[in-house]
């Protein structure tokens, strides 16, 4: 960091700066640093500051704040920046149809890709089974509960009742699917959007209840509506699901990957699938079912 004094120190070194009423210590004495104008304290700090890109959805914007807040619980600065992905612009049709997982990531890797961002924070679940070169994910949060539910305001609905019309709303290809198999008198509506979004359309009469993973009901505190927990043994969750995947360009310094990783757990706990073998493994097995698991 440098000024018009020649005022030069490294960003390694962490400094901080203290000039009260005109007098300097030992160490400011000898770098000689700023002219005191009738100023109490200047204190420079320097210090890593992680940026870190999010998507701007409440759900989004709540995991990348826990991110943040572990970050600065170990001693950094963090500097939010928030966005809107493709995935969160279209919503007129399902994910499937507009394309890969990167829906919601390409935008948020761009960011890493040119150095705006250090990290950028994702649903795990939305990460592409294979990343694009030149990213990688650096660590994962623990995991909460992995399971699908179904949230309505009835709560006397039951989905085994086959004398009413039950019609949940879900875009997601795999749902649908659990759905019909299990479920197979239940009607699909196709929904999409956050999941504030989501449950307004069912309020105003789209569907009588929506399919939705536990994590995000939980954190948005709309827990109180779950009115169905699908097994997990049935109704399999995605890889990932319940999990916040922190990623990076490969390019990151060292410095500000090794302040990144111990916020959060490299493995993810209470694993769905293949519950012994290692994370990254895990993630490259879930390939073998990627027609499945990756549809959202």
């Known amino acids: ?39 109490q304290t200047i204190r420079i700090d320097i210090m890593t500051t992680i940026h870190i890109g999010s998507r701007k959805s409440k759900l989004a914007m709540w995991q990348t704040d826990t991110v943040a807040a572990m970050l600065e619980k170990s001693g950094m600065e963090t500097q939010i920046s928030s966005m809107e992905t493709k995935g969160d612009k279209i919503l007129d049709v399902s994910i499937a149809k507009i394309g890969s997982k990167g829906v919601f990531t390409e935008e948020l890797e761009d960011q890493l890709s040119n150095g705006t961002t250090d990290i950028a924070v994702h649903s795990a679940k939305d990460m592409q089974s294979i990343l694009p070169s ?11 509960k ?13 989905l085994t009742d086959t004398n009413k019309p039950i019609r949940v709303g879900t ?3 795999r749902r649908i699917a659990l759905l019909k198999h299990f479920y197979p008198h239940v009607e699909t509506v196709e929904m999409r959007g956050n999941l504030q979004t989501r449950i307004q359309k069912m309020d105003a009469g789209d569907c009588d209840a929506l ?18 927990t699908f097994s997990e043994d049935e109704f399999i969750p995605p890889v990932g699901q319940g999990c916040i995947a922190i990623e990076s360009a490969t390019t990151i310094s060292d410095d500000k990957r090794e302040k990144s990783e111990p916020a959060s757990t490299i493995l993810i706990q209470n694993p769905v699938c293949l519950p012994n073998v290692p994370i990254c493994e895990r993630w490259r097995a879930a390939v073998l079912y990627l027609p499945l698991a990756w549809q959202y």
């Open 171 to 173: 875009s997601s290809v």
């Open 211 to 228: 399919m939705l993973a536990y994590a995000g009901v939980k954190r948005m505190e709309y827990d109180d509506m779950i009115v169905k």
């Open 134 to 144: 030149g990213f990688e994910l650096i660590a994962f949060t623990d995991r909460e």
């Open 1 to 39: 960091m440098g000024n018009d004094n020649g005022f030069n120190i490294s960003l390694q070194s962490c400094l901080f700066l203290s000039i009260s009423c005109g007098k300097m210590t030992a160490i400011e004495e000898k770098i000689n640093p700023l002219q005191v104008n009738n100023l």
């Open 146 to 158: 992995s399971n699908d539910v179904l949230v309505s305001r009835n709560t006397n609905l039951d």
